[in-house]
Structures are given as structure tokens and as C-alpha cells.
Nanobody, 116 residues
């Protein structure tokens, strides 16, 4: 059974940091591109960051470039999103996604709230 379980969300003050984790199981994690998305109620889900299967290539949305870092540990079947210098507009539910060809898996999300 495929599972993606996000963790690490919570309430943080503006300027603070959080590290999200996504633990994967039920598929061959190391051959999948992994992505983090986020969604605010009433808006479309947006791509935040992407990492290649071997971790050698990463891409970021302009809104988070320089503040967020995506990484993965294929030995632990886990992908991470380090979020620094958080802003109120980063408040959203963050979702982990695994993609390979037509196979596309989603986690249930973790809420990040940036507020003073």
C-alpha cells in the first residue's frame, strides 16, 4: 500500500523556520521525482519545490527561492523541505507528491501557519 506521510507542520512566527518531512512507503522511493506543493483554501495547489530521483537536481517556485531547500534521503525513503525566513504568505497546507511517468501519489498534507 502506497503511503506518503507528511509531518513537521505547525505554528511559527514570521522570520522563523520549520522542517517538513515526508515518509514514503509501498513503492520504490529512489526512482521517483519528489515534489512539495502547497494550497491555501480557495486557491489552486501550487508547486513549491521539486527534487530529482537521485537528489542531484532541484527546482523552486520563485516565491520560495533562496528561503526553502528540498532534500531527500533515499536510504530512509524520506523527502524534506527546510523552510527559513517564513512569511505570512507561506501559510498553507503542504503536500508531498511522488511522480514517475503516469504514477502520481499524494500525502494528506501538513498545515503550516506563519503568524505572530
Amino acid at each position: 500500500q502506497v503511503q506518503l506521510v507528511e509531518s513537521g507542520g505547525g505554528l511559527v512566527q514570521p522570520g522563523g523556520s520549520l522542517r517538513l518531512s515526508c515518509a514514503a512507503s509501498g513503492f520504490t522511493f529512489s526512482i521517483y521525482v519528489m515534489r512539495w506543493y502547497r494550497q491555501v483554501p480557495g486557491k489552486e495547489r501550487e508547486l513549491v519545490a521539486r527534487i530529482s530521483s537521485d537528489g542531484g537536481s532541484t527546482n523552486y517556485a520563485d516565491a520560495v527561492k533562496g528561503r526553502f531547500t528540498i532534500s531527500r534521503d533515499n536510504a530512509k525513503n524520506t523527502v524534506y523541505l527546510q523552510m527559513n525566513s517564513l512569511k505570512a504568505e507561506d501559510t498553507a497546507v503542504y503536500y508531498c507528491n511522488a511522480l514517475r511517468n503516469i504514477l502520481n501519489y499524494w500525502g494528506k498534507g501538513t498545515l503550516v501557519t506563519v503568524s505572530s
